[in-house]
């Protein structure tokens, strides 16, 4: 049945209109409500599902990767590859930077699912962080690098 509402759900999003219609053809067709009178309160919990149902879709967060003279920033998500974790780490490594992310999980295809990171600067300074599939399908988790700032470095879960 969630799979009938997130499909009814997806359609109104597409098409922009006709928010209630499709909730009382839902409802009717269903039977979770046999009359044809619908109130607002008939409608609060397929509307509180819909929004649920909404917003835990991942986001669209394609890899962060800055490098400048003054500024590293990376972000990993559940978009980012394991193709671009080691191009990244080639990348870093000329820096004299390592980046590890032994312990992290891959899906089949090659996506991050859980992020192990560990990163160290050329004088052994450093950090480390893990996150799961949850917190990287809405959030960037990484580091940045900042010399102009204080603190110059900060790992974790990266502001917006």
């Known amino acids: 049945m969630l799979v009938a509402l997130k499909s009814q759900v997806l359609r109104i999003t597409k098409s922009g209109g006709q928010f209630l219609r499709v909730f009382y053809d839902f409802l009717c067709h269903s039977g979770i ?3 044809a009178k619908i109130g607002l309160i008939d409608l609060g919990l397929p509307i509180l599902i819909c929004m649920i149902l909404i917003s835990c879709d991942p986001k669209e967060l394609p890899t962060i990767f800055l490098d400048t003279t003054d500024r ?3 972000g990993f998500s559940h978009q980012t590859t ?3 974790i080691t191009t990244i780490q080639d990348t870093l490594a000329k820096k004299g930077m390592m980046i590890d992310v032994t312990g992290s999980e891959f899906f089949e295809n090659g996506h991050l699912r859980v992020l192990n990171l560990k990163v160290v600067f050329p004088g ?3 950090g480390k962080t893990r996150a799961d599939l949850m917190t990287i399908q809405h959030n960037y988790v990484g580091f940045e690098f900042d010399r ?3 603190p110059g470095f900060v790992i974790g879960q990266l502001k917006k």
């Open 33 to 35: 409500r046999k009359s």
């Open 72 to 74: 590293i920033v990376l």
């Open 82 to 84: 394991r193709g671009e």
């Open 124 to 126: 052994g300074a450093g």
């Open 148 to 150: 102009t700032k204080s």
